[in-house]
Antibody, heavy 118, light 109 residues
Framework: QVQLVQSGAEVKKPGASVRVSCTVPGYTYTKLFIHWVRQAPGRGLEWMGGFDPEDGRIIYAQMFQDRVTMTEDTSPITAYMDLSSLSSDDTAVYYC???????????WGQGTLVAVSS | EIVLTQSPGTLSLSPGERATLSCRASQRVSGNYLAWYQQKPGQAPRLLIYGASSTATGIPDRFSGSGSGTDFTLTISRLEPEDFAVYYCQQYGSSPKYSFGQGTKLEIK
């Protein structure tokens, strides 16, 4: 069973940046393609970006392209999501999640709340 | 840009009844890369169906998916109390490469 463990909640001021991490402890098997999905309070799921299984390259949703960076370390597997120029609209739970062969989101982290408030 | 529209927004049913949830795409979903998720309050989503009709590991067989092209359906044959939740469909392929529907809330009548 693949387990994704995310970093803790963050409180940020408008204009600041945030880094959320996602670790997969003990996993040494096949390549994992980790993506990020967020959910604002009371709202639906919004895909932000991740590593595309088609070619292994990073792809970002257009609305985040200018202010998000996703990176990954390999030992242990740790994915990072950096989001800059935060506003109150970025207040949400951020999930890391693996993408499988049928491009479905399979293993989810527990979520990280990022609250943006002055 | 592909848009996934789920209907109804809210579905009120009783345990034991059959639930039918719809997901309609504004363009053809290539390769039937269409998945369904269940989300309960305070929890991460859980994968139910992938490839439009394949049931994910550990998912009870009362859950089934069908459809192709632009019209997809999630059916829960006989509702159990733990099935009342929000359900999302998700596609891969068109711009944006990944996207979700807005969700259907399944509530107890």
């Amino acid at each position: 069973q693949v387990q994704l463990v995310q970093s803790g909640a963050e409180v940020k001021k408008p204009g600041a940046s945030v880094r959320v991490s996602c670790t997969v402890p003990g996993y040494t098997y096949t390549k994992l393609f980790i993506h990020w999905v967020r959910q604002a309070p009371g709202r639906g799921l919004e895909w932000m970006g991740g590593f595309d299984p088609e070619d292994g390259r990073i792809i970002y949703a257009q609305m985040f392209q200018d202010r998000v960076t996703m990176t990954e370390d390999t030992s242990p597997i740790t994915a990072y999501m950096d989001l800059s120029s935060l506003s109150s609209d970025d207040t949400a739970v951020y999930y890391c999640v693996t993408v499988d062969l049928w491009r479905q989101f399979l293993h989810w982290g527990q979520g990280t709340l990022v609250a943006v408030s002055s | 840009e592909i848009v996934l529209t789920q209907s109804p927004g809210t579905l009120s049913l009783s345990p034991g009844e059959r639930a039918t949830l719809s997901c309609r795409a504004s363009q053809r979903v290539s390769g039937n890369y269409l998945a369904w998720y269940q989300q309960k309050p305070g929890q991460a989503p859980r994968l139910l169906i992938y490839g439009a009709s394949s049931t994910a590991t550990g998912i009870p067989d009362r859950f089934s998916g069908s459809g192709s092209g632009t019209d997809f359906t999630l059916t829960i044959s006989r509702l159990e109390p733990e099935d009342f939740a929000v359900y999302y469909c998700q596609q891969y392929g068109s711009s944006p490469k990944y996207s979700f529907g807005q969700g259907t809330k399944l509530e107890i009548k």
